[in-house]
């Protein structure tokens, strides 16, 4: 991460056609605790499990379900 940038490859065609495996992602790190500016149709990257692996998953939002205190996609 440079200055709360970075570059991230898209590893698997889950986006596809939006993205294709191979191409690079430009990720901004998001500091505020609020996140009620995300919309459906936004590409987030979250930190997840896959596989027992903890690891960076980049996904379009579908919808918001506020989860009492947490959002989920």
Do not use: C
Request: charged share 20%; proline share 3%; net charge negative.
């Amino acid at each position: 991460s440079i200055l709360g940038v970075q570059l991230l490859s898209i590893q698997t065609d889950s986006m596809y056609p939006f993205m294709n495996a191979g191409d690079l992602a430009i990720d901004f790190d998001i500091q505020s605790q609020d996140k009620s500016f995300l919309r459906p149709k936004d590409i987030i990257t979250y930190w997840t499990v896959i596989e027992g692996k903890r690891v960076l998953n980049t996904h379009r939002i579908e919808n918001i379900y506020n989860g009492g205190g947490y959002l989920s996609r």
